[in-house]
């Protein structure tokens, strides 16, 4: 995308970044407001707005983004106990960096998959 895109700017090494993991089409780092003792941002380097977009656009790169953030959780040592993976999509999903990005989060017990029951 462009210069106004955070993550763009990162994978072009305009903003600096803790990077994890890096293959040719993706790139995984450190978020930096951890919410986890592990919280990792696993995106593809080319801009998609969304994880729909993305699966849309091109499935064999959504593939390669799960690849490259289950190859983290192994180097974060997270298979043993577990973890959690998520796209936040949209408004209701609280998405607010509009590049799509899986959080890869563990390290401890996570608790509800919602803090809110919704139902
Ligand atoms: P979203 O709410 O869009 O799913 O998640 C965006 C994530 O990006 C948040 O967890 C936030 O902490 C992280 N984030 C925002 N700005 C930066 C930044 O400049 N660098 C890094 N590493 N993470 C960021
Ligand atoms: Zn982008």
């Known amino acids: ?4 895109c955070l993550f763009c ?4 090494g305009e903003i600096p970044a803790t990077v994890v993991r890096e293959t ?11 919410k986890a003792p592990v919280h990792v ?4 380097k080319e801009h998609y707005a969304d994880v729909a977009t993305l699966a849309q656009g091109d499935p064999a790169l959504a593939g ?3 690849a490259t953030a289950a190859a983290v959780a192994e180097d974060e ?10 796209f936040n999509t ?3 999903g609280g998405q607010e960096v509009f590049h799509a990005h899986a959080h890869l ?15």
């Open 41 to 44: 941002l696993v995106i593809p």
């Open 24 to 34: 040719p089409t993706t790139l995984a780092f450190r978020d930096i407001t951890p």
């Open 90 to 92: 949209g408004a209701y």
């Open 105 to 119: 989060l563990g390290g401890a017990p996570l608790g509800p998959m919602l803090a809110r029951d919704l139902a």
């Open 1 to 4: 995308m462009g210069t106004d």
């Open 77 to 86: 040592g997270l298979l043993g106990d577990g973890f959690r993976l998520m």
């Open 64 to 66: 390669e983004v799960l």
């Open 9 to 12: 700017r990162i994978v072009a």
